[in-house]
């Protein structure tokens, strides 16, 4: 694992000690637009753009289930990564291959994009081979392009981010975002005990207040399914495979919540989406690149979870979200 400065490579780990222990996540630095409209340098079209991805990662998760529920497989390409991170940073190999630029590392993205680029390189990308630049690398940002930009080659026009809930939505996120996205990160990533137990204590105070939430509503923001409910899905599905071991977020697991383990099957059986989850990537990934916190480099062969079976969640349908989170 590294990060590039004026587009050399380092390696290094994330370093807390200027932050007191504490993990800081970098903001992402590429942030153009593709527009329906050609309102911006972008414009939508089928067959242009490509997203790099690792089927591991949750924030690359969150596009390729947008690609799939939106339909998008034949308009935007795809090209997985290698699921474990080793020196030289996210790369292609042992059948993992760049399809649009044949490069052995994802780095090499960044470096072409903006040969002076310093930070760290991370999935997902999305790129235009047009130009040969990356247009966006934050998650957030391009599953709000795949939500609504293309709609002009799918027949899915479902909305998941409709102007009259985007106040809710947007609430709901920030909670998300940095209570739990980001919370098992910074518990599994704390430099010291003290910064580690508050974070571990306040991602489990979220968790517990969305479980009382999902008690009265069947998606985060009442009966529609939102951009919300996939945002938060994807840490959801991680976490008794992963987060809960290597991260040490063990105060309980999501399958000990009945609201969450219920409301993490329904999304889990939503058509196309069991697709996008791949077990092997995720568990291989975190145990395999993250060697200082499981230098045995066993990876765990639990746990045995059946996110297929039935759920309780259509008994809430008629209800809306009453409650809303602080
Ligand atoms: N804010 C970014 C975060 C993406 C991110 O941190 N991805 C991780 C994988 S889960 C990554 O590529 N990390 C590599 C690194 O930091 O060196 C987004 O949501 O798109």
């Not at 920030?174 to 430099?191: D, L, P, Q, S, W």
Request: with cysteine.
């Amino acid at each position: 694992m590294g990060y590039l400065i004026k587009g050399e490579w380092h390696e290094g780990w994330y370093d807390t000690s200027k932050t007191g222990g504490e993990f800081v996540r970098a903001d992402s630095q590429f942030r153009d637009v593709v527009t329906a409209n050609g309102a911006s340098n972008y414009p939508a079209e089928a067959g242009r753009y490509h997203l790099y991805v690792s089927l591991a990662c949750p924030w690359a998760h969150r596009a390729l289930i947008f690609r799939k529920l939106k339909q998008l497989e034949e308009v935007i390409s795809v090209s997985v990564v290698d699921p474990v991170i080793t020196e030289g940073g996210w790369a292609f190999r042992d059948g993992f291959t760049d399809t649009v630029n044949g490069f052995a590392f994802l780095r090499e993205t960044y470096v072409h994009a903006n040969p002076g680029y310093s930070g760290r390189v991370t999935v997902p990308v999305l790129w235009d081979k047009q130009t040969g630049r990356i247009v966006n690398n934050e998650s957030a940002e391009i599953i709000r392009m795949l939500n609504s930009e293309f709609d002009a080659f799918t027949p899915v026009k479902t909305d998941f981010y409709p102007a009259a809930m985007r106040r809710e939505i947007d609430e709901v996120n920030a909670f998300v975002y940095e209570r739990i996205n980001n919370g098992v990160y910074k518990a599994g990533f704390a430099g010291s005990q003290r910064v580690y137990e508050s974070a571990v204590t306040r991602l489990f105070a979220a968790l517990d207040e969305i479980e009382m939430r999902l008690g009265q509503s069947r998606y985060l923001v009442g009966v529609t399914l939102t951009e919300a409910d996939w945002r938060l899905f994807t840490t959801l599905i991680r976490f008794d495979a992963v987060y809960v071991t290597h991260f040490k977020c063990n105060l309980r697991r999501i399958e000990d919540y009945p609201n969450l383990s219920n409301y993490l099957r329904d999304l889990y059986q939503v058509p196309g989406i069991a697709e996008t989850v791949d077990f092997d990537h995720i568990k291989r990934h975190y145990f395999l690149s993250h060697r200082h916190l499981n230098p045995s480099g066993l990876v765990p062969k639990g746990p045995m979870l059946d996110y297929g079976t039935a759920h309780n969640r259509e008994r809430l349908m008629a209800r809306g979200a009453k409650r809303s989170v602080s």
